[in-house]
């Protein structure tokens, strides 16, 4: 894969990210504040851990995907 390649599949990631994201803003507003809410109310580091989990799931999907 060429660097301009890799960027394109950055650029495609991100967008389908905002996609997404104001998806779901449009369709479910109060139950993404009610979210919000309840995400600020946990401590840090289970906010840290779930980042943690989520961002190697997510890499294992892309490995999956990519190999």
Do not use: N
């Not at 139950?31 to 890499?59: E, M, N, T, W």
């Amino acid at each position: 894969m060429g660097a301009l390649s890799g960027w394109s599949a950055l650029v495609t990631a991100l967008g389908l990210l905002l996609v997404i994201e104001g998806l779901a803003l449009a369709l479910m507003p109060d139950l993404l504040k009610r979210l919000v809410a309840d995400i600020l109310a946990q401590p840090a580091h289970r906010l840290r851990f779930g980042g943690l989990v989520s961002a190697a799931i997510g890499l294992v999907i892309v490995w999956l995907v990519r190999h």
